[in-house]
């Protein structure tokens, strides 16, 4: 009887797992294409669906009836597995997002640590997609990733440790059941704008996405990928930047409280408005040089959020 009642959480918990990450990837795509259309005066896609509602389902077939080409010279067992690689690590993070007080897959007493280091996992997919592709474009961008990867996970981390060290706790649960009177965003906005913009830059994604820069490197770490071995890459970027999101509403935005409406509600509200600032900034800002992004990272970022660390404890401590 527990056995059965333990499979059924299993396969309840991986279809609802399913369809979010489903539902996120059309929906997060479809928003990326019309507010950068909105933000360039242009409407975006239109034609396939009420307001190109459809568009991403389109291209998404598009994709798996294209050819899977694997160029000459590539090490193909590396790049066949490298986009798995960055995929699943995606995947196995929802198991510990609180969508609400009732809805989530486990939640883990170390659950913030787990969030964390799974993500870390898809740099080694992105650095395998450079190696492998015999392409010193990929090679170099691939580089590029893990370098702007290992300096933007010190402030990222350092601005977490400030919200464990006022919940003295690591379950993410617990961490929203602590903004119940007061969310994290007022006594922690130091650490709220540097999760933000440390995240940022682990997406790869504009102002920080020299990873990519298509003037320089084509289309980096995935230029010689195709069909639907570049159509994972595609997801795991869009999926991830939801993941960030949703980290952010836990530790900051008070996870799924809020009034009236149904915690599930508040938590996808809270969550597309840090998904839609994302994008926003993606259209909005120039590309950053590499030596910027480094400079950025080490003498500003990094001091601010260790100063906020020391401050925040002091605080802690005294009274």
Known sequence: MLLNSFIGKVIISVIGVMVVFTFNALISVWLERKISGHIQLRLGPMEVGPHGLLQSVADGLKLIGKEIITPQGVDKKLFAVAPYMVFFPSLLMFVVIPFSDKFQVQDLNIGLLYFFSISC??????????????????????????????????????????????????????????????????????????????????????????????????????????????????????????????????????????????????????????????????????????????????????????INLIVTTLVIKLF
């Open 121 to 306: 996992i898809a740099t080694i997919g992105i650095f395998m997609a450079g190696w492998a592709s015999n392409n010193k474009y990929s090679l170099m961008g691939a580089v590029r990733s893990i370098a702007q990867s290992i300096a933007y996970e010190i402030p990222i981390i350092l601005s977490i440790l400030n919200i464990v060290i006022l919940t003295q706790s690591l379950k993410l649960s617990e961490i929203v059941k602590a903004q119940q009177n007061m969310w994290f965003f007022v006594p922690q906005f130091i650490s709220f704008v540097v999760y933000l913009i440390s995240a940022i830059a682990e997406l790869n994604r504009t102002p920080f996405d020299i990873p990519e820069a298509e003037s320089e490197l084509v289309a980096g770490f995935h230029t010689e990928y195709s069909g639907m071995r570049f159509a994972i890459f595609f997801m795991a970027e869009y999926t991830n930047m939801f993941l960030v999101s949703a980290m952010a509403t836990t530790l900051f935005l008070g996870g799924w409280l809020g009034p009236v409406l149904p915690p599930i509600v508040w938590f996808f509200i809270k969550t597309y408005a840090i998904v839609f600032f994302i994008i926003w900034v993606r259209w909005t800002f120039p590309r950053l040089r590499p030596d910027q992004l480094m400079n950025f990272c080490w003498k500003f970022l990094t001091p601010l959020a260790l």
